[in-house]
Protein backbone atom coordinates (compact mmCIF):
# COMPACT_ATOMS: atom_id res chain seq x y z
CA UNK A 1 0.00 0.00 0.00
CA UNK A 2 1.45 3.33 -1.16
CA UNK A 3 1.87 6.00 1.53
CA UNK A 4 -0.32 8.83 1.72
CA UNK A 5 0.36 12.37 0.02
CA UNK A 6 1.55 15.09 2.44
CA UNK A 7 -0.05 18.62 2.20
CA UNK A 8 1.92 20.73 4.28
CA UNK A 9 -0.24 23.41 5.09
CA UNK A 10 0.40 27.60 6.14
CA UNK A 11 -2.63 29.39 8.04
CA UNK A 12 -2.57 33.06 6.59
CA UNK A 13 -4.27 34.63 9.81
CA UNK A 14 -5.31 33.71 12.99
CA UNK A 15 -9.27 34.15 13.86
CA UNK A 16 -11.96 31.55 14.76
CA UNK A 17 -12.37 30.04 11.40
CA UNK A 18 -8.94 29.76 10.93
CA UNK A 19 -9.01 28.28 14.47
CA UNK A 20 -11.65 25.81 12.88
CA UNK A 21 -9.63 24.85 9.59
CA UNK A 22 -6.76 24.09 11.83
CA UNK A 23 -7.96 22.03 14.23
CA UNK A 24 -9.86 19.66 11.48
CA UNK A 25 -6.03 19.65 9.87
CA UNK A 26 -5.31 17.87 12.81
CA UNK A 27 -7.99 15.43 12.80
CA UNK A 28 -6.21 11.67 12.25
CA UNK A 29 -8.10 11.52 8.34
CA UNK A 30 -8.84 7.84 9.34
CA UNK A 31 -11.80 9.14 11.41
CA UNK A 32 -13.53 10.08 8.38
CA UNK A 33 -12.20 7.05 6.45
CA UNK A 34 -9.35 8.87 4.43
CA UNK A 35 -6.53 7.28 3.77
CA UNK A 36 -4.64 8.64 0.63
CA UNK A 37 -3.82 12.12 1.97
CA UNK A 38 -2.70 13.82 4.95
CA UNK A 39 -2.17 17.28 6.02
CA UNK A 40 1.15 19.01 7.94
CA UNK A 41 0.35 22.64 9.98
CA UNK A 42 3.76 23.91 9.05
CA UNK A 43 3.09 27.62 9.70
CA UNK A 44 0.58 30.01 10.94
CA UNK A 45 1.11 33.88 10.47
CA UNK A 46 -0.77 37.06 12.06
CA UNK A 47 -0.44 40.39 11.43
CA UNK A 48 -0.12 41.24 14.35
CA UNK A 49 2.66 39.23 15.56
CA UNK A 50 4.72 36.42 15.98
CA UNK A 51 3.27 35.45 19.57
CA UNK A 52 -0.18 35.70 18.18
CA UNK A 53 0.81 33.46 15.81
CA UNK A 54 2.30 30.95 18.61
CA UNK A 55 -0.38 31.22 21.01
CA UNK A 56 -2.75 30.17 17.93
CA UNK A 57 -0.42 27.10 16.79
CA UNK A 58 -0.27 26.13 20.72
CA UNK A 59 -4.34 26.62 21.12
CA UNK A 60 -4.79 24.06 17.90
CA UNK A 61 -2.03 21.87 18.95
CA UNK A 62 -0.52 21.95 15.97
CA UNK A 63 3.51 20.60 15.75
CA UNK A 64 6.42 21.91 17.87
CA UNK A 65 7.93 22.19 14.44
CA UNK A 66 5.32 25.01 12.68
CA UNK A 67 6.59 28.23 12.22
CA UNK A 68 5.43 30.99 13.70
CA UNK A 69 5.31 34.39 11.96
CA UNK A 70 4.30 38.06 12.60
CA UNK A 71 3.53 38.97 8.69
CA UNK A 72 2.20 37.17 6.22
CA UNK A 73 5.52 38.40 4.00
CA UNK A 74 7.31 35.94 6.03
CA UNK A 75 4.49 33.06 5.64
CA UNK A 76 4.59 32.97 1.66
CA UNK A 77 8.57 32.78 2.00
CA UNK A 78 8.79 29.70 3.70
CA UNK A 79 9.59 26.80 1.66
CA UNK A 80 8.60 24.56 4.14
CA UNK A 81 4.71 25.77 2.99
CA UNK A 82 3.22 24.36 -0.03
CA UNK A 83 -0.20 25.83 0.25
CA UNK A 84 -1.69 28.79 2.53
CA UNK A 85 -5.34 28.65 3.78
CA UNK A 86 -6.88 32.72 3.70
CA UNK A 87 -9.06 32.98 6.48
CA UNK A 88 -8.97 36.70 6.70
CA UNK A 89 -12.24 39.13 6.32
CA UNK A 90 -13.49 38.95 2.79
CA UNK A 91 -12.30 42.41 2.28
CA UNK A 92 -8.89 41.53 2.34
CA UNK A 93 -9.21 38.17 0.27
CA UNK A 94 -8.24 39.66 -2.91
CA UNK A 95 -4.73 40.93 -1.30
CA UNK A 96 -4.13 38.18 0.51
CA UNK A 97 -4.47 35.82 -2.38
CA UNK A 98 -2.82 37.83 -4.76
CA UNK A 99 0.21 38.15 -2.33
CA UNK A 100 0.51 33.83 -1.97
CA UNK A 101 -0.34 33.38 -5.87
CA UNK A 102 2.57 35.91 -6.71
CA UNK A 103 4.69 33.87 -4.24
CA UNK A 104 3.95 31.03 -5.65
CA UNK A 105 1.80 29.41 -2.83
CA UNK A 106 -1.03 27.07 -3.70
CA UNK A 107 -3.97 28.50 -2.40
CA UNK A 108 -7.50 27.85 -0.83
CA UNK A 109 -9.60 31.11 0.18
CA UNK A 110 -11.80 31.16 2.38
CA UNK A 111 -15.61 32.50 1.15
CA UNK A 112 -16.75 34.63 0.12
CA UNK A 113 -14.12 33.89 -2.40
CA UNK A 114 -13.53 38.02 -3.63
CA UNK A 115 -15.89 41.38 -3.21
CA UNK A 116 -16.35 41.33 -6.57
CA UNK A 117 -16.39 39.42 -9.83
CA UNK A 118 -13.16 41.50 -11.33
CA UNK A 119 -11.03 40.51 -8.47
CA UNK A 120 -12.40 36.90 -8.68
CA UNK A 121 -11.33 37.13 -12.46
CA UNK A 122 -7.86 38.31 -12.33
CA UNK A 123 -7.15 35.89 -9.43
CA UNK A 124 -8.19 33.32 -11.36
CA UNK A 125 -6.08 34.88 -14.46
CA UNK A 126 -3.04 34.83 -11.99
CA UNK A 127 -3.57 30.93 -11.09
CA UNK A 128 -3.50 29.87 -14.35
CA UNK A 129 -0.59 32.38 -15.47
CA UNK A 130 1.45 30.54 -12.19
CA UNK A 131 0.11 26.89 -12.52
CA UNK A 132 -0.88 26.85 -9.24
CA UNK A 133 -4.02 25.59 -7.44
CA UNK A 134 -6.78 28.18 -6.46
CA UNK A 135 -9.62 27.11 -4.49
CA UNK A 136 -12.73 29.08 -2.54
CA UNK A 137 -13.07 27.65 0.44
CA UNK A 138 -17.27 26.75 -0.19
CA UNK A 139 -16.43 23.67 2.70
CA UNK A 140 -20.20 22.36 2.67
CA UNK A 141 -20.17 21.79 -0.96
CA UNK A 142 -17.39 18.82 -0.27
CA UNK A 143 -20.02 17.17 2.82
CA UNK A 144 -21.23 13.50 1.92
CA UNK A 145 -24.47 14.80 1.95
CA UNK A 146 -24.24 17.18 -0.50
CA UNK A 147 -22.20 15.13 -2.75
CA UNK A 148 -25.16 12.55 -2.39
CA UNK A 149 -27.66 15.09 -3.14
CA UNK A 150 -25.80 16.18 -6.16
CA UNK A 151 -25.78 12.57 -7.30
CA UNK A 152 -29.64 11.64 -6.31
CA UNK A 153 -30.30 15.04 -8.68
CA UNK A 154 -28.11 13.81 -11.64
CA UNK A 155 -29.60 10.50 -11.60
CA UNK A 156 -33.00 11.63 -12.18
CA UNK A 157 -34.19 10.67 -8.37
CA UNK A 158 -35.90 14.20 -8.17
CA UNK A 159 -37.17 13.92 -12.21
CA UNK A 160 -37.34 17.73 -13.26
CA UNK A 161 -35.64 20.07 -10.56
CA UNK A 162 -37.75 23.18 -10.78
CA UNK A 163 -37.41 25.18 -7.15
CA UNK A 164 -34.81 25.73 -4.64
CA UNK A 165 -35.49 27.60 -1.20
CA UNK A 166 -32.52 27.90 0.97
CA UNK A 167 -32.47 29.94 4.09
CA UNK A 168 -29.76 31.14 6.39
CA UNK A 169 -30.72 33.51 8.67
CA UNK A 170 -29.21 34.99 12.18
CA UNK A 171 -32.22 36.40 14.37
CA UNK A 172 -30.64 38.48 16.94
CA UNK A 173 -30.89 42.43 18.76
CA UNK A 174 -28.96 43.42 16.26
CA UNK A 175 -28.08 47.17 18.62
CA UNK A 176 -28.15 45.36 21.68
CA UNK A 177 -25.75 42.76 20.53
CA UNK A 178 -23.20 44.43 18.93
CA UNK A 179 -23.39 47.54 21.63
CA UNK A 180 -22.91 50.80 20.98
CA UNK A 181 -20.58 50.78 19.08
CA UNK A 182 -22.32 48.45 16.89
CA UNK A 183 -20.91 49.98 13.61
CA UNK A 184 -17.48 49.19 13.74
CA UNK A 185 -18.79 45.22 14.33
CA UNK A 186 -17.32 43.31 11.32
CA UNK A 187 -20.44 41.88 10.24
CA UNK A 188 -21.72 45.36 9.61
CA UNK A 189 -18.12 47.65 8.81
CA UNK A 190 -18.11 48.49 5.56
CA UNK A 191 -14.46 48.45 5.35
CA UNK A 192 -14.38 44.99 6.26
CA UNK A 193 -17.24 43.98 3.00
CA UNK A 194 -19.52 43.72 6.12
CA UNK A 195 -23.46 42.66 5.18
CA UNK A 196 -25.24 39.65 5.42
CA UNK A 197 -25.00 38.79 1.77
CA UNK A 198 -21.21 37.86 1.74
CA UNK A 199 -21.13 36.73 5.08
CA UNK A 200 -24.40 34.55 5.06
CA UNK A 201 -26.23 34.58 1.73
CA UNK A 202 -23.12 33.14 0.20
CA UNK A 203 -24.48 29.55 1.73
CA UNK A 204 -28.26 29.87 0.32
CA UNK A 205 -26.63 30.82 -2.95
CA UNK A 206 -24.43 27.61 -2.61
CA UNK A 207 -27.55 25.34 -1.76
CA UNK A 208 -29.03 27.12 -5.67
CA UNK A 209 -25.90 26.98 -7.31
CA UNK A 210 -24.92 23.29 -6.50
CA UNK A 211 -28.23 22.02 -6.95
CA UNK A 212 -29.48 23.96 -10.09
CA UNK A 213 -25.56 24.82 -11.77
CA UNK A 214 -23.43 22.59 -11.09
CA UNK A 215 -25.68 19.28 -11.51
CA UNK A 216 -26.45 20.61 -15.16
CA UNK A 217 -23.45 19.39 -17.57
CA UNK A 218 -20.63 22.44 -17.88
CA UNK A 219 -21.42 22.79 -21.43
CA UNK A 220 -25.25 23.54 -20.85
CA UNK A 221 -24.73 25.73 -17.92
CA UNK A 222 -26.16 29.52 -17.95
CA UNK A 223 -25.73 31.87 -15.16
CA UNK A 224 -28.92 32.86 -13.71
CA UNK A 225 -31.11 36.01 -14.17
CA UNK A 226 -31.03 37.71 -10.37
CA UNK A 227 -33.98 40.02 -9.12
CA UNK A 228 -33.25 40.74 -5.24
CA UNK A 229 -34.62 43.06 -2.88
CA UNK A 230 -32.52 44.49 0.22
CA UNK A 231 -32.84 46.24 3.38
CA UNK A 232 -29.66 48.15 5.22
CA UNK A 233 -28.40 48.92 8.60
CA UNK A 234 -27.02 52.26 9.31
CA UNK A 235 -23.55 51.75 8.29
CA UNK A 236 -24.70 51.06 4.22
CA UNK A 237 -24.22 47.17 4.76
CA UNK A 238 -27.00 44.93 4.04
CA UNK A 239 -28.90 43.72 6.86
CA UNK A 240 -31.96 41.55 5.15
CA UNK A 241 -31.08 39.93 1.34
CA UNK A 242 -33.67 38.09 -0.86
CA UNK A 243 -32.49 36.72 -3.92
CA UNK A 244 -35.04 35.04 -7.00
CA UNK A 245 -32.77 33.51 -9.32
CA UNK A 246 -34.28 32.12 -12.57
CA UNK A 247 -31.51 29.39 -13.92
CA UNK A 248 -32.63 28.85 -18.03
CA UNK A 249 -31.23 25.56 -18.28
CA UNK A 250 -31.96 23.34 -15.03
CA UNK A 251 -31.39 19.72 -14.13
CA UNK A 252 -33.76 17.04 -15.57
CA UNK A 253 -35.14 19.14 -18.59
CA UNK A 254 -35.04 22.16 -20.44
CA UNK A 255 -37.16 24.00 -18.06
CA UNK A 256 -36.37 27.31 -16.25
CA UNK A 257 -35.91 26.85 -12.09
CA UNK A 258 -35.89 29.00 -9.39
CA UNK A 259 -33.95 29.46 -6.53
CA UNK A 260 -34.74 31.39 -3.94
CA UNK A 261 -32.14 32.35 -1.40
CA UNK A 262 -32.76 33.94 1.66
CA UNK A 263 -30.66 35.87 4.33
CA UNK A 264 -31.67 37.91 7.09
CA UNK A 265 -29.58 39.19 10.41
CA UNK A 266 -32.83 39.85 12.28
CA UNK A 267 -35.24 37.03 12.00
CA UNK A 268 -33.57 33.21 12.18
CA UNK A 269 -33.68 30.35 10.01
CA UNK A 270 -34.14 27.88 13.11
CA UNK A 271 -35.41 30.00 15.84
CA UNK A 272 -35.67 28.13 18.67
CA UNK A 273 -32.16 25.88 17.83
CA UNK A 274 -34.03 22.39 17.82
CA UNK A 275 -35.26 22.77 14.10
CA UNK A 276 -38.96 23.05 15.13
CA UNK A 277 -39.63 25.03 12.10
CA UNK A 278 -38.55 22.53 9.20
CA UNK A 279 -35.29 22.67 6.82
CA UNK A 280 -33.21 25.09 6.07
CA UNK A 281 -33.24 23.63 2.94
CA UNK A 282 -35.83 22.16 0.04
CA UNK A 283 -34.66 20.85 -2.91
CA UNK A 284 -38.11 20.65 -5.37
CA UNK A 285 -38.32 18.26 -8.40
CA UNK A 286 -41.37 16.45 -10.36
CA UNK A 287 -40.64 13.01 -8.27
CA UNK A 288 -40.52 14.60 -4.93
CA UNK A 289 -38.55 16.93 -2.65
CA UNK A 290 -35.28 16.65 -0.40
CA UNK A 291 -35.35 18.43 2.64
CA UNK A 292 -32.25 19.63 3.96
CA UNK A 293 -31.80 20.16 8.36
CA UNK A 294 -29.11 21.96 10.00
CA UNK A 295 -27.97 24.80 9.21
CA UNK A 296 -27.08 25.96 5.97
CA UNK A 297 -23.23 25.57 6.06
CA UNK A 298 -22.98 22.56 7.89
CA UNK A 299 -25.81 20.21 7.21
CA UNK A 300 -26.16 16.78 9.28
CA UNK A 301 -29.06 15.41 7.66
CA UNK A 302 -31.89 15.24 5.20
CA UNK A 303 -34.52 13.67 3.95
CA UNK A 304 -36.19 12.91 0.07
CA UNK A 305 -40.25 12.66 0.03
CA UNK A 306 -41.14 10.93 -2.93
CA UNK A 307 -44.20 12.33 -5.02
CA UNK A 308 -47.40 11.10 -3.28
CA UNK A 309 -48.73 9.90 -6.66
CA UNK A 310 -46.40 7.39 -6.25
CA UNK A 311 -46.85 5.67 -2.94
CA UNK A 312 -50.13 3.48 -1.24
CA UNK A 313 -52.35 5.86 -0.85
CA UNK A 314 -53.80 4.11 2.39
CA UNK A 315 -50.58 4.39 3.84
CA UNK A 316 -50.39 8.07 2.73
CA UNK A 317 -53.32 8.54 4.51
CA UNK A 318 -52.71 6.68 7.65
CA UNK A 319 -49.64 9.06 7.88
CA UNK A 320 -46.99 6.65 7.03
CA UNK A 321 -44.76 6.92 4.34
CA UNK A 322 -42.63 3.89 3.76
CA UNK A 323 -40.42 5.37 0.95
CA UNK A 324 -39.18 8.94 2.73
CA UNK A 325 -35.42 8.31 2.98
CA UNK A 326 -33.24 9.89 5.43
CA UNK A 327 -29.55 10.26 5.84
CA UNK A 328 -27.96 11.17 8.92
CA UNK A 329 -24.43 12.84 8.44
CA UNK A 330 -22.63 12.55 11.45
CA UNK A 331 -19.19 15.15 11.46
CA UNK A 332 -16.57 13.89 13.14
CA UNK A 333 -14.59 17.48 13.96
CA UNK A 334 -16.09 20.59 12.28
CA UNK A 335 -16.59 19.94 8.97
CA UNK A 336 -13.99 21.45 6.96
CA UNK A 337 -10.88 18.68 6.33
CA UNK A 338 -12.97 17.06 3.34
CA UNK A 339 -12.32 20.47 1.35
CA UNK A 340 -8.30 20.45 2.74
CA UNK A 341 -8.49 16.97 1.58
CA UNK A 342 -9.87 18.14 -2.06
CA UNK A 343 -6.74 20.52 -2.62
CA UNK A 344 -4.31 17.57 -1.32
CA UNK A 345 -5.56 15.50 -4.08
CA UNK A 346 -5.59 18.24 -6.59
CA UNK A 347 -2.43 19.29 -5.59
CA UNK A 348 -0.71 15.60 -5.75
CA UNK A 349 -2.84 15.32 -9.43
CA UNK A 350 -1.27 18.54 -11.03
CA UNK A 351 -4.66 20.34 -11.15
CA UNK A 352 -5.37 23.84 -10.90
CA UNK A 353 -8.52 23.96 -9.74
CA UNK A 354 -11.39 21.91 -8.29
CA UNK A 355 -14.23 19.81 -10.11
CA UNK A 356 -16.58 20.54 -7.48
CA UNK A 357 -15.61 24.06 -6.57
CA UNK A 358 -14.30 25.14 -9.99
CA UNK A 359 -12.90 29.06 -11.24
CA UNK A 360 -15.92 29.05 -13.74
CA UNK A 361 -18.42 28.59 -10.51
CA UNK A 362 -16.92 30.80 -8.29
CA UNK A 363 -17.04 33.93 -10.78
CA UNK A 364 -20.34 33.36 -11.97
CA UNK A 365 -21.43 33.43 -8.35
CA UNK A 366 -19.33 36.81 -7.56
CA UNK A 367 -20.90 38.11 -10.40
CA UNK A 368 -24.83 37.33 -8.94
CA UNK A 369 -23.91 38.87 -5.66
CA UNK A 370 -22.56 41.88 -7.82
CA UNK A 371 -25.96 41.81 -9.44
CA UNK A 372 -27.41 41.88 -5.90
CA UNK A 373 -25.69 44.62 -4.19
CA UNK A 374 -26.39 46.88 -7.44
CA UNK A 375 -30.23 46.57 -7.35
CA UNK A 376 -29.96 46.80 -3.34
CA UNK A 377 -27.32 50.09 -3.59
CA UNK A 378 -24.84 48.13 -1.62
CA UNK A 379 -21.35 49.74 -2.67
CA UNK A 380 -17.88 49.05 -0.40
CA UNK A 381 -14.83 51.23 -0.15
CA UNK A 382 -13.13 51.36 -3.71
CA UNK A 383 -9.67 50.25 -1.63
CA UNK A 384 -11.49 46.89 -1.22
CA UNK A 385 -13.33 47.07 -4.33
CA UNK A 386 -10.53 47.44 -6.67
CA UNK A 387 -8.16 45.01 -8.85
CA UNK A 388 -5.04 46.90 -7.79
CA UNK A 389 -2.31 45.48 -6.11
CA UNK A 390 -1.04 45.84 -3.82
CA UNK A 391 -3.17 47.73 -1.48
CA UNK A 392 -2.85 48.49 2.01
CA UNK A 393 -5.93 47.79 3.60
Known sequence: MS????????????????ELFTKDLMLDPSTRQVSD????????????????????????????SAAAYGSYEELVNDKNVDIIYVATPH???????????????????????TVNAAQAKKLVETAKQKNLFLMEAVWTRFFPLS????????????????RVIADLSFGQDVENTWGANGAKHRMVNMDLAGGALLDLGVYPLTWCFQTLYHTVPA???????VMATVETYATGADEKTSMLLSFPSAPGGTHVAHGIALT?????????????SGPAIRIQGTKGEIQVSGPAFR???YRFIPKEADLDPHRIKAGRNPKVQEMDCPIPGWGMFWEADECARCVRDGKMESEVMGWEESVVVMETMDQVRRQGGVKYPEKIETVEYPVQL
Open 37 to 64: VKHIVAAAASSSSASRAKEFLETCKCPS
Open 147 to 162: TQIRKMIQSGDLGAVH
Open 91 to 113: SHHYQNTMLCLLNNKHVLCEKAF
Open 299 to 301: PTH
Open 3 to 18: SPYTIRWGILATGGIA
Open 219 to 225: ASRKPPS
Open 264 to 276: NFRVATDPDGHYT
